[in-house]
Nanobody
């Protein structure tokens, strides 16, 4: 099974930026869609963004459109999440996810995930 390791979380002021990285082990990373979920205290885990296996297709949750950008480098087995114009409501644990299929026509739910990272904390102060 592919293992995912996130990095790049931290504390930032509102309006600031962070870049998350997720490096995968194994040779199958490039075959599947990948993305990010997040879970805030007292709330359910929700999907944030997905990128297809090729990097061509991306889907964003409405609450991050225009602020977050996902990209992947299959040669490095790594997916990135650039987060700009951060808001206090973006505070959450962010989880990297590898999906079961190479492509989805829309944002899927947790059932579509084959592997999870351990999570990285993002805290945005007001």
């Amino acid at each position: 099974q592919v293992q995912l390791v996130e990095s790049g979380g931290g504390l930032v002021q509102a309006g600031g930026s962070l870049r998350l990285s997720c490096e995968a082990s194994g040779r199958t990373f490039s075959r599947y869609a990948t993305g990010w979920f997040r879970q805030a205290p007292g709330k359910e885990r929700e999907i944030v963004v997905l990128v297809s296996w090729s990097g061509v297709n991306t889907y964003y949750a409405d609450f991050v459109k225009g602020r977050f950008t996902i990209s992947r480098d299959n040669a490095k087995n790594t997916v990135y999440l650039q987060m700009n114009s951060l808001k206090p409501e973006d505070t959450a644990i962010y989880y990297c996810a590898l999906f079961k299929a190479p492509f989805y026509p829309e944002l899927p739910d947790s059932w579509a995930v084959q592997s999870w990272g351990q999570g990285t904390q993002v805290t945005v102060s007001s």
